[in-house]
């Protein structure tokens, strides 16, 4: 069965540099977001992509953030430069496309990186 | 704005007890919720999702409007049910992608 695969599974950087995890949806699905934990917490929702664009930000994605898909088969996400509080498990979900009664928003979710800022 | 809250931070049970997992839902628009499990060190997964009516590994979930409520059940658990369950409310806000709000979850242990 097909996956969301991320890499790295654990990144560590220090506060101030920037960071690029990356994401790799299931091949055939349309739509993609990324979510975060901070541990303890709730898990939190990003952003979401679709068709080159960003479709939806939180509050949490400002400046600092940016999303990109640059070869048709990855999804990045960049901090450019990393607070402590960025220190979070990030997740990144795709789903296929919208169709009549099927599992439409459905959102596979990937392994997790575990970015850890010092 | 909306609100998920699952009240239970942790719940332990023995091995063929029943099983309640809570999940109370506030949301202006028509509600789509699911219920997601994280196993140890495993990724999040879709168990149910109230739209299909299904039951997943003996689990079931039923959308209560009235009570604004999405729990979670299992007349007999497992001790392979041990995992962490997160209650999902899908927001569209005119957005067709949807995006998921978790509740906090529940970390069920169940007993030998």
């Known amino acids: 069965e097909p996956e969301v695969t991320q890499t790295p599974s654990h990144q560590v950087t220090q506060m101030g540099q920037e960071v690029i995890l990356r994401c790799v949806p299931i091949?055939?699905?349309?739509?993609f977001y990324w979510y975060r934990q901070i541990l303890g917490q709730k898990v939190e929702f990003l952003v979401s992509?679709?068709?080159?664009?960003?479709?939806?930000k939180s509050e949490i994605f400002d400046d600092q953030f940016s999303v990109e898909r640059p070869d048709g088969s990855n999804f990045t996400l960049k901090i450019r430069s990393t607070k402590l509080e960025d220190s979070a498990m990030y997740f990144c979900?795709?789903?296929?496309?919208?169709?009549?009664?099927?599992?439409?928003?459905?959102?596979?979710f990937g392994p997790g990186t575990r970015l850890t800022v010092t | 704005a909306q609100r998920v809250t699952q009240p239970e931070k942790l719940l332990s049970v023995f091995k063929g007890a029943p099983v309640e997992l809570k999940c109370n839902y506030s949301?202006?628009?028509?509600?789509?919720l699911f219920w997601y499990v994280q196993y140890s060190r495993q990724r999040l997964q879709l168990l149910l999702r109230?739209?299909s009516r299904e039951s997943i590994k003996g689990f079931t979930a039923d959308l209560n409007k009235g009570e604004t409520s999405f729990h979670l059940k299992k007349p007999f658990a497992q001790e392979e049910d041990s995992a962490m369950y997160y209650c999902?409310?899908?927001?569209?806000?005119?957005?067709?992608?949807?995006?998921?709000?978790f509740g906090r979850g529940t970390q069920l242990t169940v007993w030998p």
């Open positions: 979900a795709s789903r296929g496309g919208l169709s009549r009664g099927s599992s439409s928003y459905e959102q596979y």
């Open positions: 091949s055939n699905h349309l739509y």
């Open positions: 992509f679709y068709n080159n664009e960003i479709s939806e």
């Open positions: 949301y202006s628009g028509s509600p789509e």
């Open positions: 109230h739209i």
């Open positions: 999902a409310l899908l927001l569209l806000r005119g957005s067709t992608l949807g995006r998921l709000y």
